[in-house]
């Protein structure tokens, strides 16, 4: 790490770190991507989609926290890529729902690999159990608990 008193600021800066770790961490990943055609948000997409039956496109942007009109371009590339396909809510046939096709989950499996390699090339300087901590406090941040029905 440098001495400069300016990057020593900005090393104190917690949440700075976790903007630089994205940035770092984003751009690996799409590196890897590159090749099938996507990027990370379109792996997001296709990760929240591996893990459900469907999702209406509303949900996918109330999970991910992108901007519907994001969705809508998401799932449109993922649909022309053969990767996942809009259906008939079988709930409710006046919607639609996105699912991950079998190209989409096969893709999502070759995929990981990558993504593994990126995540073990970030946290080359922490050990197992660190790796662990890590991931422990970040799933606590990233997924904050439920406020109690009382407000306390």
């Not at 469907?54 to 994001?70: K, N, T």
């Not at 970030?122 to 439920?146: C, F, G, M």
């Amino acid at each position: 790490m440098s001495d400069a008193p300016w990057m020593r600021g900005l090393h104190a800066d917690t949440g700075y770190l976790l903007y630089r770790l994205g940035l770092r961490s984003g751009s690996l990943f799409n590196a890897g991507l590159e090749q099938h055609g996507l990027r990370l948000r379109h792996y997001a997409v296709m990760r929240y989609l591996s893990g459900v039956e469907g999702a209406r496109q509303r949900e996918l942007s109330d999970r991910l926290g992108y901007d519907p009109s994001a969705i809508v371009s998401l799932v449109d590339d993922l649909q022309r890529l053969g990767l996942a396909e809009r259906r008939p809510d079988p709930n409710d046939r006046r919607n639609r729902i996105v699912v991950l096709t079998e190209a989409g989950r096969q893709l999502l499996r070759e995929s990981e690999q990558d993504g593994a390699r990126v995540t073990d090339s970030l946290l080359a300087p922490l050990d197992a159990q660190e790796r662990r901590t890590l991931h422990d406090l970040l799933l606590r941040i990233a997924e904050p608990a439920e406020p109690a029905a009382d407000g306390s």
